[in-house]
């Protein structure tokens, strides 16, 4: 079974405040695009067999892996598979990749191993995994809250073109939440598009990113990718996640050939158009 892992970008993203817990309390606008990994999955005799080139960590501690464990752990299957991982979304870029890996391999097995886990335990077990990974068994634009983990809404979108600037360094999420100052809020108004009197909503009227001045202050060079790439047309520019992709904004397909045109290219640093992923076009990309 092939699986297309879907990156993702953030137009929207408030830190609300400190948890009780120690997370940060959020409400952010997660969307798929349409940059994805490959995840093959293979039944084998027995075990978890991972093959993930440049995934930079032992087996055990990568996602992938820990998906299929509790997988196995959660349906009481005898645990057999192989599992590839060929890596196109860069990591620590702020995109998601091993969220949506992690949360692809729970997806590909339920369908495997003709599991029947609904949508409901998938994403339950997805949040076992981390923060992002519920999302990325929706696969849709949507505005969630709490650790980034609950869906509050979906959102619908004006289609847009997208430019990826993708640096050859990556952020650590958590040194850049270490720079954002946030009282301790336990109780939270809750915030949805409709308070906001949007039914379609244009993505660079709504661009915000509170790790922004966080992940500058750590990579002054972000701030450098965002001017560039105003000063190249887009509509909107920011930074996805906490980083270190920075993406701009642009009307259609010809308006972002015309700012990559325009833009000046940088030695290592990855230029990447996409759109996102809404509706029909996105398709089942679990064939």
């Not at 620590?92 to 990749?97: H, R």
């Amino acid at each position: 079974m092939n699986i297309q892992a879907p990156a993702k970008i953030n137009i929207y993203l408030k830190v609300v405040g400190r948890r009780e817990d120690g997370y940060h309390e959020l409400r952010t606008i997660m969307v798929p695009i349409s940059l994805f990994d490959e995840i093959i999955l293979e039944p084998a005799d027995a075990g978890i067999h991972l093959d993930a080139p440049g995934c930079n960590c032992a087996d055990a501690d990568n996602l992938v892996y820990k998906a299929a464990a509790l997988f196995f752990e959660y349906t009481g299957k005898p645990p057999g598979i192989s599992i590839r991982v060929n890596k196109h979304i860069p990591i620590g870029a702020g995109l998601g990749g091993g969220s949506s890996d992690a949360s692809s391999v729970l997806l590909g097995l339920n369908d495997l191993f003709q599991t029947n886990l609904s949508t409901g335990d998938l994403m339950a077990l997805a949040a076992r995994l981390g923060a992002d990974c519920p999302f990325f068994i929706l696969r849709r634009p949507l505005l969630m809250g709490s650790r980034g983990d609950e869906v509050i809404q979906e959102v619908s979108l004006h289609e847009r073109e997208y430019l990826l600037v993708i640096p050859p360094y990556s952020l650590s999420t958590a040194q850049v939440y270490a720079e954002v100052k946030s009282p301790l809020t336990p109780d939270v108004v809750r915030f949805t598009i409709d308070n906001k009197g949007y039914n379609v909503i244009a993505p660079e009227q709504w661009l915000e990113n509170d790790l922004e001045a966080a992940a500058f202050g750590i990579c002054p060079e972000l701030k450098l990718i965002k001017s560039e790439l105003i000063n190249a047309g887009a509509l909107g520019v920011l930074m996805s996640g906490s980083g270190s992709s920075v993406f701009g904004v642009f009307k259609d397909r010809d308006h972002l050939c015309n700012g990559l045109s325009r833009l000046e290219r940088h030695d290592g640093y990855s230029y990447i158009p996409t759109t996102t992923l809404t509706g029909e076009r996105y398709g089942n990309n679990r064939g």
